[in-house]
DNA sequence: AATGAATGAGCGTTCATTCAT
DNA sequence: TATGAATGAACGCTCATTCAT
């Protein structure tokens, strides 16, 4: 597959050396064919990081959100089940923002705002107290700081350990009490 | 001068684009000017990425830190200093990302490092209570974070306010008390 | 044809001015197209190394060796042979050794070597003696004195006369009596 | 020195990467003194050619020549002289004939006629008989082929075994007895 | 006389994209 | 629908040469 092929070549080299005949030899068909379902290079890795958004959704829709669930417990499932499904994730998206393309990077945004939604929506379901002055802010600057924490993501880390700090780091962020640092 | 020409280019445009005839000219030089001074088109953003990262550590230096000043109004002098030096630096940032070469990548890698020491030996300073496991591993995680934040800044929020922002996740997540979160 | 372009272009300037574009501009292709019959541009001179060797093959195969023909008369017709084919032969030798890389002149050497035994098979089939000391390298050593006479041939003298020295270099060196030179 | 320093470029590299900064620096001078000396950088291997040249007179002039020396200790000697000056005497010719100056291989082809000069007189010195029937062309060839052997030398041929074989060659073909082999 | 920074034409090569088959 | 040869602009980079100091 075309997409599958684009995100092998990009793993393997960069951006600039993806050329289009390159992922047309990786995905076994010709560079004409590769034309033929996309218009240009940049639409090839819009449409993977469409794959890859979805694939991500499907993973979130999996997890079974109820009362029982601790907050903490959940953060870090739906952390680990972006960080799981594809061990490549982090250098992929790290790639990926070698792309150029503006309309890319509008799709990137939009996809980012996505998430945000998705999490704004979990959260919203357990009537949690959150003590940061605008939230909204606050969850797009929570998203920056995950996708920033994911990007840089190493083997060394387990998934576990890195989702457990991620989901401390939005738990203390969002609902912390910190009357005593700001009085 | 050519280091400063090639980050405008760079904003203006995206890295493949940014040619090193492309640069010599917005320089005023010719290209072979460029290559008398550096070797290859990835040491000129290294130099780029060397000069952003001395300017901030003047802005740093000039910090006044003594143990009156409150946590948050300590780093957000830190956050704002980085953030002032230069408007585009989340742009920047963000566009230095799309360097293919590795050599240019370990540079920023030890450059982030040099940047969490900065931040570990200030805190140290203080003799606060860290609420978290293990505290170079959440360093880390942390600057990852903050990267991921700055280089998603856009100029609808006022540095003050993104500083407030970073600060309060920086606190709360190292320092804060979630015994209530997490039982 | 894009060899024969280059080694019109050879012919006409020296191997530095036989930019990859003035040979595509005079095969009457682009530069793309020169780059996806040959990986790079020692290897269009490889080929054309190679054609030349191949037509010189075609000469020497056509010419019928029997008992009959004296040795003289033999040498003469292989000369000819190798120097009709294509008056500019010498003129093209000289330049193709202009050729920088390594690879290339491997593949020269190959290319002597395949001649020798040509020669070689060629002489043992008519049961000379040789008055040579060491055979091999007398055979070595007359390879490169009739490369060193065609690469500096000019158009002042015929191949006809050419060939009759080379001829008579060949059988006097290999098979001369010395007995009054060398008491 | 210059010369020198260009001529050890040369054979440590070819004629394309031997750049004048490169044999500057390796001269120890700068650019532009080199160009206080020549006039462009073909002028440097000219006078390299010169300089050549002139060393091997120098060694000919010490060959003692008189009526009890045999023909083949004669050429043996001359061979040897030219051989033994500077072991990388046939690497340095054959990287010279890259050069792709015009002006350059007239020189070549000068100093060439000079050596036929020389070799020439030596042997009317000699009272021989030569059994070629035009003395004049068989010298060139003589000194074509003898440059095809030496340019091809390699270091697996001792100097005094190679002066060996040039010199039987010289003999046999300009005065061997060949009509046992054309009838 | 000597320097070496500056020049800019020109090199080999790659690439996204097209289109006749 | 699929192919892959062809395109040519543009890239990173090197070079012989100049000239103000």
Chains 1, 2, 3, 4 share one sequence.
Do not use: C
């Amino acid at each position: 597959m075309i997409i599958e092929a684009a995100a092998q070549v990009l793993l393997e080299r960069d951006y600039a050396a993806s050329s289009t005949n390159r992922i047309a030899e990786r995905a076994g068909v010709s560079v004409g064919s590769v034309y033929q379902y996309f218009d240009n290079k940049a639409e090839i890795y819009e449409a993977a990081l469409d794959d890859y958004f979805e694939q991500l959704v499907t993973q979130l829709n999996s997890i079974k959100i109820d009362t029982e669930t601790s907050n903490i417990a959940l953060s870090e499932a739906i952390i680990v089940a972006a960080y799981r499904y594809w061990p490549d994730g982090p250098a992929f998206l790290r790639k990926l923002r070698q792309v150029p393309d503006a309309h890319f990077h509008e799709k990137l945004q939009q996809t980012k705002a996505q998430i945000a939604n998705f999490v704004r929506y979990t959260l919203m379901q357990r009537n949690e107290v959150f003590t940061v002055q605008d939230f909204d802010l606050s969850l797009k600057i929570l998203i920056d700081a995950i996708e920033g924490i994911f990007i840089n993501a190493t083997a060394d880390i387990t998934p576990e350990r890195l989702a457990r700090e991620m989901s401390l780091l939005l738990n203390r962020y969002l609902m912390g009490n910190v009357s005593n640092l700001d009085p």
